[in-house]
């Protein structure tokens, strides 16, 4: 059951309204939910990793007071508890219940396998009638359940590392002959990702694998009787790797999908690699962090600190919600301090950890778990995202467990307590996103008690206001009569999500209430931010135009 809720969270296809990342993360907390019903126990982790999360909560709240952001933050806290609950439940591992990390790795390594098969047959145009149950790409592109290449790689990665484990566990030869098998699928999909974080990610597992099977057969044995397959066969999977990248195309000869699947090569020609948006990101967060060093722009705010500021080189062109890297992601919105905080706190417990020292088969495995997704977290978000925030919260627990001189064993009680406060908040916030999601759906499908007056109904929604505003704005037109009105409605909505549409309303608005500068200066950052648009919006109103 636990091995099936975890693998669930990757596996969910549910996605509706405005946001697509906001069942997903209700379905992980369910997850959560039925791990805390389910699992033998819910224990006290160490100490340190307490003040560590405890710290990351002030810290978001701190700033978003300071900062005036209101309660974006709100997300993040909610993530910050799901986290201490995943880890108190790792932490249950450490009074020799095997139960929590063999679940644990069943079900990474079953989502793994699951989304390795769907996304070979998404490579070629296979898909059939799982296409409509999921986001699939065009043919000679693979992500599985997961909408996003990066995202499909590393679940494979994770689903390799758990593969291990449970070979190493494993006394039956079938038994890791058939995971081997699996793993030949695994690589296969990761090759067919063509995903450069994916193919990091599984270079690094592969050499520290084979560097601790080497260490085995020297005599150094990890663990009892845990035995990891041999170097030169976790060492051939990196040639596989690429043995597959350049045959997978060539089996999709003639299909439509061919040019895009030869694309792995081409996406690791120096140029490119040097070239990438993510060197113009990251440069374009270097400068906003110069900006405002200490305080940052706010939780939620770096989209429009992008949009706001006129930059002296290259522009990342598109609307920037996320810096794809953690510390700068962290120092952009909550000030270089707090990100030193946050990641240097979690760097010191890593180092007291000492995980070069490590012999421990599970905390191996935790490592190697947390190794992945903080990897991916130096290019991308993937703690963005329920089911990798899950993983990471258990794995936490798994390497931070309470010190045996303080007790352990939260009580039954407690823990049914904690589950059925969770369900309160889930239950509140899938009911609150159900009700605004109705005026983003075609007046027939809405629910019948919101068809009609539905923007009316769906004031007062306290997690999701921003969406809301967005819809009034998007929906209402500006006219004299309510241009102050939709002012300070699209003054708001820019910092949520400073698209095209509500930037004319920004303009056109400040220009009937009389900010003709302010109408200028906004005008300046949409040519900068959005030129094709911006010439669009200037075809259609050629006589009133902003001078720039």
């Known amino acids: 059951m636990l091995a099936a809720l975890l693998a669930f969270a990757f596996l ?15 379905v992980s907390w369910i997850c959560l939910v039925g791990w805390l019903l389910c699992a033998p126990a819910l224990v006290w982790p160490a100490s340190e990793l307490i003040r560590w999360l405890g710290a990351s909560a002030v810290v ?88 996003q290449r990066n995202q499909f790689a590393t679940l494979l990665s994770l689903a390799l590392v758990a593969m291990l484990w449970l070979y190493g566990t494993r006394d039956s030869r079938q038994a890791r002959w058939g995971l081997m098998a699996a793993a ?33 057969r020297r005599g150094k044995v990890i663990s009892g009787s845990f035995r990891l397959p041999p170097p030169f066969v976790l060492l051939a999977g990196i040639p596989l790797y690429f043995a597959f990248a350049a045959v997978l195309p060539y089996l999709a000869a003639g299909s439509d999908g061919w040019v895009a699947a030869a694309a792995l090569t081409s996406r690791l020609q120096p140029a490119v690699v040097t070239t990438d948006s993510r060197i113009v990101l990251w440069q374009n967060v270097l400068s906003l962090i110069a900006q405002r060093p200490l305080t940052g722009w706010g939780w939620g705010e770096l989209s429009f600190a992008h949009f706001a500021t006129l930059y002296n ?48 088969p599970l905390r191996l495995m935790a490592w190697g778990l947390l190794g992945v997704i903080l990897l991916h977290s130096l290019l991308e ?33 407690l823990t049914t307590f904690a589950a059925a406060a969770w369900i309160a908040v889930i239950g509140y916030a899938a009911w609150d996103y159900t009700r605004i999601s109705q005026i983003y759906l075609p007046r027939e499908a809405r629910l019948p008690a919101y068809r009609d007056d539905t923007l009316a109904k769906l004031q007062g929604s306290w997690l999701f206001s921003r969406q809301v505003d967005f819809a009034e704005l998007t929906l209402t037109a500006v006219t004299p009569a309510n241009a102050a009105q939709m002012h300070a409605l699209a003054a708001r909505v820019v910092h949520f999500s400073p698209e095209p549409r509500v ?46």
């Open 60 to 147: 978001l709240v701190l700033t978003g007071i300071w900062g005036g952001t209101g309660w974006p933050f709100a997300f993040p806290l909610a993530v910050l508890v799901a986290t201490a609950l995943a880890a108190g439940l790792g932490a249950s591992s450490s009074n020799s219940d095997t139960s929590v990390p063999t679940a644990m790795a069943w079900g990474l390594f079953g989502a793994g396998l699951l989304n390795a098969v769907l996304g070979l047959f998404q490579y070629y145009g296979l898909a059939g009638d799982l296409a409509s149950w999921f986001a699939s790409p065009p043919a000679g592109r693979a992500w599985g359940t997961l909408r």
């Open 503 to 548: 930037i004319v309303k920004l303009i056109e608005s400040a220009e009937l209430v009389g900010r003709d500068a302010e109408a200028h200066m906004w005008a300046q950052r949409f040519r900068a931010a959005f030129p094709i648009e911006f010439a669009r919006w200037l075809e259609d109103r050629p006589d009133d135009a902003p001078e720039l």
């Open 313 to 360: 080189g290259p522009r990342f062109p598109v609307i920037l919600d996320n810096a794809h890297n953690l510390p700068l992601h962290l120092a952009v919105e909550l000030g270089i301090p707090a990100a030193v905080l946050i990641c240097g706190g979690f760097l010191w417990m890593v180092g007291a950890a000492k995980p070069w020292r490590e012999r421990d």
């Open 184 to 216: 030949v699928v695994l690589i296969a999909a990761a090759a067919a990702s063509l995903s450069r974080t994916g193919l990091l990610q599984f270079v690094l597992v592969m050499a520290v694998a084979s560097a601790a099977a080497w260490r085995e």
């Open 12 to 26: 969910s296809p549910l996605v509706a309204g405005p946001s697509v990342t906001v069942w997903q993360q209700l």
């Open 381 to 413: 978000y993937p703690l963005w995202y329920g089911p990798f925030q899950l993983v990471f919260g258990l794995c936490l627990g798994i390497l931070w467990p309470a010190s045996p001189k303080r007790p352990k064993a939260i009580s039954r009680k």
